[in-house]
């Protein structure tokens, strides 16, 4: 007896705002379409904000509590790590409270972690504070992203998704940088009472943000409720193919920001005020892509436009790998030769911006009424292995230019077989 075929999923139709709400007159839309926007990509640059802006300050950081290279990578590890653990419950929680107390509540939560690092007398209390803010700062980074689907569809969606990662695109630059500047001005705690500052204007901007998840449209607070909704998302076939593509193919570029402070240091021979040589092409890659994903919303269907994503990460971990191999050695401040080393990581920033916020919607679509528990699953797997490349795998393989880009390449290999094993197993032909 012939099988039913095993169709792709059909993206929902909805209305670009929760049918509670009343939608705006074309001006009153276009004002606060700006408004919104800035106010979600200022909430996902709280992740690369916390992590970036602290690069600089670990050599004194190191100097002052005799701590080593792999020590003071667990700065960064540990924030990943609670990040990850937390990210399950935070878009559930959304999901049965609403959008805006989630984001707002962890926000003040993410504040006292950053203005607590200020007076951290040790290592040991400085890591335990970065696990405050790992646990906190999901709240607002991953049910932003919910907040973008609850409002539109289809390429307006993609298309203010994209707008969002061109704003966000420029905290990985301007953080390490904006750390430097900081540490002119004292010790290493002025780089945290700094990010403080910043998380404080997030929060007042979060205040002014609409409900996008009326109190009819919520799931109910119970903890059989949220984990059943986790349970019912994450034993889904689909959405670990989908996640695991996702997370792989943004490890082929995050693995260069997980070990800035090895990469700028150690190979590249550079300062503490250099880190601009890195980030700066990371930042033109990652908007370059993030403005094609906007432009060509109406004309690429998504699902193609994140395949050829991951071609061209492939391709680009590749020309990486041969550019590193030929590069001359590094003398002194920074140099011409330098441009073999960051061009490659230019490139791969440019592709996988191209799949990255198509593929978030991807993940969001599989689960309409449970968007909130797909955004936190989705995130999870992404989280977890950023936190094994910060802690355990940077320092590794961080050894040599061409170690580093191999294992950018491994991740481009293995995020391009999980979806092209998505692509096969949604058009699998009917069977007799």
């Not at 984001?103 to 993410?110: A, D, S």
């Not at 799931?219 to 994450?234: C, K, N």
């Not at 700066?280 to 403005?291: D, E, F, Q, Y």
């Not at 791969?348 to 916020?357: E, H, Q, S």
Request: proline share 6%; net charge positive.
């Amino acid at each position: 007896m012939p099988r039913a075929p095993i169709l792709p999923m059909v993206e929902p139709v909805t209305t670009p705002f929760p049918a509670s709400h009343v939608p705006p007159t074309p001006s009153r839309r276009q004002k606060a379409g700006a408004r919104i926007t800035l106010t979600l990509a200022s909430l996902a640059m709280i992740g690369p904000f916390t992590i970036d802006t602290v690069f600089p300050a670990f050599t004194r950081i190191g100097e002052e509590f005799a701590s080593d290279e792999v020590a003071l990578q667990q700065l960064v590890s540990a924030y990943l790590a609670a990040f990850a653990v937390m990210s399950i419950f935070h878009g559930p929680l959304s999901d049965a409270l609403g959008r805006k107390k989630v984001m707002i509540g962890g926000l003040v939560i993410y504040l006292i972690g950053m203005f607590g690092c200020v007076l951290a007398p040790s290592l040991g209390s400085l890591i335990l504070l970065r696990v405050l803010q790992g646990m906190s700062a999901g709240a607002a980074t991953i049910v932003s992203r919910v907040v973008i689907r609850d409002m539109f569809s289809g390429s307006e969606a993609q298309r203010l998704m994209a707008q969002v990662m061109m704003i966000f695109s420029v905290a990985p630059a301007i953080a390490p940088i904006f750390g430097g500047w900081l540490l002119l001005l004292g010790d290493w705690r002025w780089v945290f009472a700094g990010v403080g500052v910043y998380g404080l204007v997030v929060l007042a901007l979060t205040l002014k943000l609409p409900e996008t998840l009326p109190p009819e449209a919520r799931s109910p607070l119970r903890v059989r409720s949220l984990l059943g909704s986790l349970l019912h998302v994450g034993r889904s076939p689909v959405m670990l193919r989908v996640a695991a593509a996702s997370a792989f193919g943004f490890a082929s570029q995050f693995v260069f920001i997980a070990g800035a402070s090895l990469f700028v240091v150690r190979l590249l021979g550079l300062g503490e005020q250099d880190f601009w040589v890195l980030f700066v092409p990371l930042i033109i890659g990652m908007m370059s892509g993030a403005w094609m994903v906007g432009r060509v919303a109406d004309l690429v269907d998504r699902s193609r436009l994140i395949t050829l994503g991951f071609l061209g990460t492939l391709v680009a971990t590749i020309l990486n790998l041969v550019l590193v191999s030929f590069a001359p050695e590094f003398t002194g401040g920074v140099t011409w030769a330098h441009l073999f080393a960051v061009t490659g990581p230019m490139l791969i920033a440019f592709t996988v911006a191209l799949l990255f916020a198509p593929i978030q919607l991807e993940v969001l679509d599989l689960f309409p009424h449970e968007r909130g528990a797909a955004a936190s699953l989705g995130t999870f797997f992404g989280l977890v292995l950023n936190a094994l490349l910060a802690g355990a795998i940077a320092p590794l393989v961080a050894t040599s230019l061409a170690t580093l880009a191999a294992t950018s390449l491994g991740f481009a290999l293995l995020g391009g077989v999980f979806w092209a094993w998505h692509i096969l197993s949604i058009r699998r032909p009917v069977e007799a």
